[in-house]
Nanobody, 120 residues
């Protein structure tokens, strides 16, 4: 079985920074991509950023470009999300997501979520 364990959420004032981490553990042969989604109350879950492991290419939501940075430590099966210049509208539960399997057959896994709250 595969588990994604997130950490790093919390309460921060607007303009502050947080760093989220997500580590994949268990039966892992290959990771296709890892990323972060978020869901605010009353809203749909949305992609924040993701990274394709083989190409190290990244993708960001327009709302976070220039403020958030996604990175990955392949040796540790860990993805990070550095969040700077946080805004109240970044408040949400942040979920880690990963495609894990054996290329080209991957299964998507989700973490349990970590709360990020940005006060005005």
């Amino acid at each position: 079985q595969v588990q994604l364990v997130e950490s790093g959420g919390g309460l921060v004032q607007a303009g502050g920074s947080l760093r989220l981490s997500c580590t994949a553990s268990g039966s892992i042969f290959s990771i296709g991509d890892m990323g972060w989604y978020r869901q605010a109350p009353g809203k749909q879950r949305e992609l924040v950023a993701d990274i394709i492991t083989s190409a190290a290419s990244t993708n960001y939501a327009d709302s976070v470009k220039g403020r958030f940075t996604i990175s990955m430590d392949n040796a540790k099966n860990t993805v990070y999300l550095q969040m700077n210049s946080l805004k109240p509208e970044d408040t949400a539960v942040y979920y880690c997501n990963a495609a894990i399997g054996n290329r080209p057959y991957y299964t998507r896994y989700w973490g349990q979520g970590t709360q990020v709250t940005v006060s005005a």
